[in-house]
């Protein structure tokens, strides 16, 4: 089943240095080489800072567009992983490989499964005899 890993992190805490981001940087790369390594890789990306975010929300059947997150908080999306894994224990064990950028253990790693889209079924035509 495919397991998207969602990775937040701190957004109050102080930039990393450059020798801890290329740590990140080769750390996640490990995560990735592996999981291709395996065939189970389905993608992973890191995301934009959310002061480039932009949120749609609707209203009253009104379209409101806010510069931002939806919401203010400390940890944010980061980024993003999808693994192909066994099963939900396969999928636990890749998170705690996956390196949250986050001093003191302050990022998580969210992990869902993604079941995937069921076809929709087709309208039933009203047929008259």
């Keep these: 089943m495919r397991y998207m890993f969602l990775i937040y992190s701190r957004s109050d805490e102080e930039p990393l240095t450059p020798d801890e981001d290329m740590a990140t940087r080769l750390a996640h790369r490990a995560v990735m080489d592996d999981a291709r390594a395996r ?68 990022g998580c790693i969210e992990v869902r499964p993604l079941p995937g889209m069921k076809a929709a079924a ?4 009203a047929t008259a005899s």
Excluded: S
């Excluded at 087709?122 to 035509?125: D, E, G, N, S, Y």
């Design 39 to 106: 065939g189970i890789f389905q993608g992973a990306e890191p995301l934009a800072p959310t002061t480039t975010a932009t949120t749609v929300r609707q209203q009253q059947g009104k379209i409101l567009i806010t510069d931002g997150p939806f919401a203010e908080t400390k940890e944010q999306l980061a980024g993003y992983y999808i693994l192909d894994c066994h099963d939900l224990d396969d999928a636990l064990e890749w998170a705690a490989r996956i390196p949250t950028n986050c001093r003191g253990g302050a």
């Design 122 to 125: 087709a309208p039933h035509a």
